[in-house]
């Protein structure tokens, strides 16, 4: 099913505007792009404006779309922190939306949480003020109810906090050419090539699962990369897919930063879990000039519910991502690991931190089996209410949360602070884990240890939800005052 989308997509685009095409195995790929970037560095200046268009994702068929500035998703904004960037967020779509600054660590009254709506025809204005260390954050809506289908409709961007040091850390920040965006995600198209947003029983149950991979919102494309080492900032814009990333050839990945910005030195992998909302910035040597592809394990998500739900989950095997080739006539601008990324590894005190145990509950039994809307998703088994506030945290303080998940595997996010994964049922987290976080994969047990440095007031509280959107959606959520 993979390969047909893939060769349909190809063959029918590239013939109706005559693109450049560059080989692949048997079949010719576009050339993948990157987002516009947005670049506030100087200016301390952004606007966007959720707008409808049309985007041809596979064959000449076009779908509707929403996006920021453009038909789908939206441009990759890059802010200084250290200063204030001033935001204008326009909406011209025909229903409310939110645009969340998913880990930006700021205050609550501009987080852009489901509270702060954004009502048709009217513009919010944010001041975000940025004082954390660099890192590769994202945006998206997070209308209660509506987050699931606004995102995957295309409201979603990549955000770089900067902090001007690449040049000095050695590492590459060439935007599109040795320093790659790739935002990861799955779709599935209806015959008149628009997006499939219904849900089957599974896609209620374990969230949304599609049949097409996008990156940067494009199927079927290749990367073009100089012959060196080229920093990929990955994130799983998904609804539900956990990707499981390697590269076709074994070679290894090297972790430099995590959610929250850089590690202190890189860390080799050859294996990658992104599950949805999480950032990891990568660095891959191309420099031998070999053609490789960034490969992905299917969805893990299966075992007891998968079987229960019928045969479509229980696939095994990699499928493609994205294929890299390299051209040598691109610069050549960084060929050796730094050794001194200038982050850190969190390494903090759990002993007089106040403790609280988070459940993250899927709905049982007939209502489960239904997909019926009356048993809820819950934390601790508390569907989410906008009126309610579940807790209330002093600012300043440091709490260790213990998160549980049953059944199967939940990416947990909290707003408005970074923290330490302490432990990963019991044992030390992996390696992928060792950074600062902001949303973790709970397979079993997490303990998580977090500072609540930013303020959030009872009218603009933060969340913590799994940020898988159907569970989210469906109440999977709750929300805390930090004061
Ligand atoms: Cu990326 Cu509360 O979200
Ligand atoms: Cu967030
Ligand atoms: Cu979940």
């Not at 996006?67 to 890059?78: A, C, D, E, S, W």
């Amino acid at each position: 099913m993979r390969r047909r989308t893939f060769l349909g997509g190809l063959s029918a685009s590239a013939l109706a505007t005559g693109t450049a095409s560059l080989s692949f195995g048997q079949v010719a790929a576009k050339r993948l792009t990157m987002p516009p970037l947005l670049d506030a560095t100087s200016s301390g200046q952004v606007r966007l404006e959720a707008q409808k268009g049309r985007t041809a994702f596979v064959g000449s068929s076009r779908a509707d779309t929403w996006g920021f500035n453009q038909p789908f998703l939206g441009p990759t904004l890059r802010m200084s922190t250290g200063r204030a960037t001033q935001v204008d967020v326009l909406n011209s779509l025909d229903e409310e939306i939110s645009v969340h600054w998913h880990g930006l660590l700021v205050p609550g009254t501009v987080d852009g949480g489901p509270h702060q709506t954004v009502a048709p025809a009217t513009t919010w204005s944010p001041e975000l003020e940025l004082t954390q260390p660099a890192a590769t954050a994202w945006y998206h809506s997070h209308i209660h109810g509506a987050t699931a289908r606004q995102v995957q409709m295309g409201l979603a961007g990549v955000l770089h906090i900067d902090d001007g040091q690449d040049d000095a850390r050695g590492l590459p920040s060439q935007y599109g050419v040795d320093d790659l965006t790739l935002v990861l995600q799955d779709r599935r198209f209806s015959r008149r090539g628009e997006i499939d947003l219904s849900l089957t029983m599974p896609d209620r149950m374990m969230g949304f699962l599609g049949d097409t991979i996008l990156v940067n919102g494009q199927v079927g494309t290749m990367a073009v990369v100089p012959k060196g080492l080229v920093r990929l900032r990955l994130l799983n814009g998904s609804n539900a897919r956990i990707y499981t990333l390697a590269l076709s050839d074994g070679r290894p990945m090297h972790l430099v930063a995590t959610d929250s910005g850089y590690l202190d030195k890189p860390t080799r992998l050859s294996k990658l879990r992104l599950s949805p909302g999480e950032r990891f910035e990568v660095l891959v040597d191309f420099s031998d000039a070999r053609d490789v592809t960034l490969t992905s394990e299917h969805n893990p998500n299966t075992g007891m519910m998968g079987g229960m739900m019928g045969g479509r989950r229980q696939q095994s095997g990699r499928f493609s991502v994205l294929p890299f080739t390299v051209d040598p006539t691109l610069p050549t601008r960084i060929t050796r690991q730094p050794d001194d990324l200038g982050g850190s590894r969190p390494n903090g005190d759990a002993a007089n931190a106040i403790w609280r145990r988070l459940s993250l509950d899927m709905p049982m039994g007939m209502g489960m089996m239904l997909g019926r809307s009356d048993r809820r998703f819950s934390i601790n088994g508390d569907a989410f209410a906008m009126g309610r506030i579940n807790f209330r945290v002093t600012q300043g303080t440091i709490e260790r949360w213990t998160v549980n998940a049953d059944m199967m595997m939940h990416p947990f996010h909290v707003h408005g602070v970074k923290f330490q994964v302490l432990s990963e049922n019991g044992r030390a987290p992996q390696r992928q884990n060792t950074g600062w976080k902001d949303t973790v994969l709970v397979n079993g047990s997490v303990d998580l240890l977090i500072r609540f440095d930013q303020p959030a007031p009872a009218n603009a509280p933060f969340m913590y939800h799994c940020h898988i959107l159907e569970h989210e959606d469906g109440g999977m959520m709750g929300q805390f005052t930090v004061g």
